[in-house]
Each structure stands twice: as C-alpha cells, then as structure tokens.
C-alpha cells in the first residue's frame, strides 16, 4: 500500500486500550465536523460526524468529543482491535468554506498485538 | 465504497498527454467531487459538481477540468499531464452540503 503521510504523528496502543486521537481545527465558525479512516491503499472512509450545537456524539466503540472553546475535536476507539490501524483523518466544514469540507493531515494508529 | 467505482485505478502516462479520469456512482447523489492526495498535504479539493452540468473549482484547480453529463458520472480531466500531477486521485460523493461524503477506491496516476 501506499503511504498517505509520511511525517503524520503517530499513535501506538496495544491491542484492548483504548485509543484517543485528537484534531485541532482552524475555524472557529465551523459547524459540522467528521472522522474518517483510512487504510492502505484505499479511500477514507466515513466514520461519525458531529453539528456544533453537539459536544459528544457516540457509534458503535467510537466517541467523538467537540470542544468548541478551543477548537478541538477528539476520537475515542473503545478496546482498540488490529483492524483500528489506519491513518485517521478530521474534517471541519464551515460556510466560509463555501461549504466544502476541509482535511485535516491524519494520524496514523498502530495498534499493537 | 458507497457504490462508487473510478476508473482507471492505476494509469502511468507521458509529461504532456490528456489523462481523464472517471468517477461513476450508483447512489443518486447530487454532489461529487474529485480530490488528490499527496504525502504531507492530505486530501486537497480539486472541483467539485453540485449537479448535472454544476460544477465549481477548488483550491488546487489549476490544470484540470471537469464535466457531469449526467448525475452519475463525473470526469476530471488533466489537459495536459505534468509530473506534479502525480497523485492519487479520490472521488467522492454526498446526498446534501454539508453532510457525510463517501468515497471511491482511488486512482493511483503517474506522470513520467
């Protein structure tokens, strides 16, 4: 597979812990934020999304935190399993945006057996 | 993938040549957009279509254009290919603005 980012920030769990994966986002007129995956050679592929008028929003073992007061978006994997390792990316969207979702670099999880 | 296909999935071709890429979805969406991805850069936003004959620029337009006849196709073309434009290049496609986008398997292209 390719690699997507070669000097992303890395985390490193072992296989059952859990895993939290923080974004710092830019705009603080952003309202609608998501998490995505990304494997090896493949596209990103949605995990949860959150609205600012949210502060925490759950799915199925991932938590996603929105702290507005200073911009900070984290993802929480509850009993991180081998197939977590990925590079995880957060999105922001805002109307200064012109709507248009705006990438984040990703972090890169290895989640150790 | 969401039911999205892009074609080709690999492509190598020659500093100079038209290269077009496909993007094909089966959802009835009404947004599609094509991004490129690069190390240390991320997903970048190249054009974007918000419906049949729709379409808008991103912020790394520049040497590319694209068309949407119809509301499942949507083609980025290079006109003409450059080395910096070797990228993988996502497709990616969403039911309202702003929601969930999904996306393609990606287009791995070279340009030598």
């Known amino acids: 597979g390719e690699s997507v980012g070669l000097h992303l920030p890395t985390l490193s769990v072992q296989e059952g812990d859990n895993s939290i994966i923080n974004c710092a986002y830019s705009n603080s007129a952003s309202d609608y934020f998501i998490w995505y995956k990304q494997e090896s050679g493949k596209g990103p592929q949605f995990i949860i999304d959150?609205?600012?008028?949210?502060d925490k929003r759950q799915g199925q073992r991932v938590t996603v935190l929105l702290n507005k007061t200073v911009k900070h978006l984290s993802l929480q994997i509850a009993a991180t399993q081998p197939g977590d390792s990925a590079v995880y990316f957060c999105?922001?969207?805002?109307?200064?945006?012109?709507?248009?979702?705006?990438f984040g670099a990703g972090t890169i999880l290895r989640v150790k057996s | 993938d969401a039911g999205i296909t892009q074609s080709p999935r690999h492509k190598v071709t020659e500093t100079g040549t038209p290269v077009t890429l496909r993007c094909h979805q089966t959802?009835?969406?009404?947004?599609m957009y094509w991004y490129r991805q690069d190390p240390g850069h991320g997903l970048r936003l190249i054009h974007y279509?918000?419906?049949?004959?729709?379409?808008d620029k991103g912020e790394v337009s520049d040497g590319y254009s694209v068309s949407r006849s119809k509301t499942e196709d949507f083609l980025l073309t290079l006109e003409s290919a450059t080395s910096s434009q070797t990228s993988v290049y996502f497709c990616?496609?969403?039911?309202?603005?702003?929601?969930?986008?999904?996306f393609g398997p990606g287009t791995r292209l070279t340009v030598t």
């Open positions: 959802e009835n969406h009404r947004y």
């Open positions: 279509s918000y419906g049949v004959k729709d379409t």
């Open positions: 990616a496609i969403s039911e309202s603005r702003p929601s969930e986008q999904y």
């Open positions: 959150i609205r600012s008028n949210m």
């Open positions: 999105a922001e969207n805002s109307s200064e945006y012109g709507n248009k979702l705006v």
